[in-house]
């Protein structure tokens, strides 16, 4: 995107508007209710044709490793009977009924490409022309592209590799030979699943061993007790989850799981790496279905060589290897990525030599991605409502 194009936009008599937010996701669609109640007229740009796409194109069997109650949007509870962990077509129109109920203005269709910094506002370069805003608020979410590694001899790899995000049917994978690699979140959700079907093999290839909790403990939903861990210190979280972990599972090395690197609550902070959730893969890995081996060294034409120098033979490799946000595009010029690809900042905390720019829902939450969006909206729009410059109107969404 050349710089001159962009430029020209702030030379023509475009409206500055109060607030663009970018992305119409949970973090978007909390962001805009937050600050549509405090007054600040907002747009909400969305490249796709409807809400909730990610949601749209997961696997079917897909379900919220968070408790409902702590997975709704902004005054909009679930419907009576919804199951303690709602699955996705519960989720998309839980999202649908939030837009309608505060009429929020979504227009679909609309990708930006580039924004750039005016001193006082900002130029939104979009796929339906330039913007101009006092505020902009990137809420495209962290798994918007999933990420697979380069490995050494992948390109001539006879069977299929394909990313986590694209897991399908799991009884597609009945009677097949199946390599999971990595032992996070998305990677136990595939062997959670994977677990219920008659494969002829199921490995987990795992560098790392995961911060691993289950779904409940006995009757008691294990999320239902985030917040509370939350609000310890990040060593006491370590220490708890660590404990927890321990206690419900034993010692997973006994079963070639790798130890952990690090505390599951440190780790979210340091490398954003999310909780995994087990719902029957455990039980799977100690009774030998699924098999846990090293870490992938290359790919042969029929096969994998791990980093043990073992052969195995799959017919899918599933790479649950995360995701990245792809903002470099977009801001990637404005200094405000880690090498990562991860906004420096999230919330209510901005760069004061960019003031007007903002990203939500940009790190995973020991709470969970719907009620992290609510806290951030509400330090957002708490930010931008007492700012200088910013027109309000009456009245809230809805």
């Known amino acids: 995107m050349a710089d001159t194009t962009i430029g020209r936009v702030a030379d023509q008599p475009v409206t500055v508007e109060p607030a663009i937010v970018v992305g119409a996701g949970a973090a978007g669609l909390a962001v805009a209710h937050a600050l549509m109640n405090a007054g600040v007229p907002t747009a909400i740009l969305e490249k796709e044709s409807r809400l909730a796409e990610p949601w749209h194109r997961r696997h079917r069997q897909l379900h919220l490793n968070t408790h409902r109650d702590l997975s709704s949007l902004p005054g909009l509870a679930y419907p009576p009977g919804t199951p303690a962990f709602p699955h996705r077509t519960v989720v998309i129109r839980h999202m649908n009924d939030f837009r309608e109920e505060n009429r929020l203005p979504v227009q679909f269709g609309v990708a930006v490409e580039e924004i750039a910094f005016k001193g006082d506002h900002w130029a939104v370069l979009t796929s339906a022309g330039p913007r101009l805003a006092r505020h902009v608020i990137i809420a495209t979410g962290r798994d918007r592209q999933p990420f ?22 799991a009884q597609d994978y009945a009677g097949r030979k199946v390599l999971v690699v990595g032992a996070g979140n998305s990677g136990f959700d595939a062997l959670n699943h994977l677990a219920a079907i008659n494969t002829a093999a199921i490995w987990l290839s795992a560098r790392n061993g995961p911060a691993l909790l289950p779904k409940r403990i006995g009757k008691i939903a294990v999320h239902r007790l985030s917040p509370f861990m939350a609000r310890l210190p990040l060593r006491v979280a370590d220490v708890v989850m660590a404990a927890t972990q321990r206690l419900v599972f034993g010692d997973l090395t006994k079963f070639g799981m790798p130890p952990a690197p690090a505390g599951g609550a440190s780790r979210l902070t340091s490398d954003y790496t ?72 999230n919330g209510g905390e901005a760069d004061p030599n960019l003031p007007g720019l903002w990203f939500t829902g940009m790190r995973p939450s020991i709470r969970g991605c719907f009620a992290n969006a609510a806290i951030m909206a509400k330090a957002i729009a708490k930010r931008i409502a007492g700012s200088a410059g910013v027109s309000r109107q009456s009245g809230g969404s809805g």
Do not use: Q, S
């Open 148 to 169: 697979i590694p380069e490995w050494k001899g992948m390109e001539g790899f006879a069977g299929r590799i394909i990313h986590a995000a694209d897991f399908g049917d």
């Open 274 to 345: 999310a909780i995994a959730a087990d719902d029957g893969a455990v039980r799977a890995i100690k009774a030998g279905k699924i098999v846990v081996m090293p870490a992938i060294r290359e790919f042969t034409r029929d096969g994998v060589i791990l980093a043990n120098g073992n052969l195995i033979h799959p017919d899918i490799v599933i790479a649950a290897t995360g995701y990245r946000t792809g903002l470099e595009p977009m801001v990637g010029k404005l200094g405000v990525l880690d090498g990562k690809g991860v906004p420096l900042f």
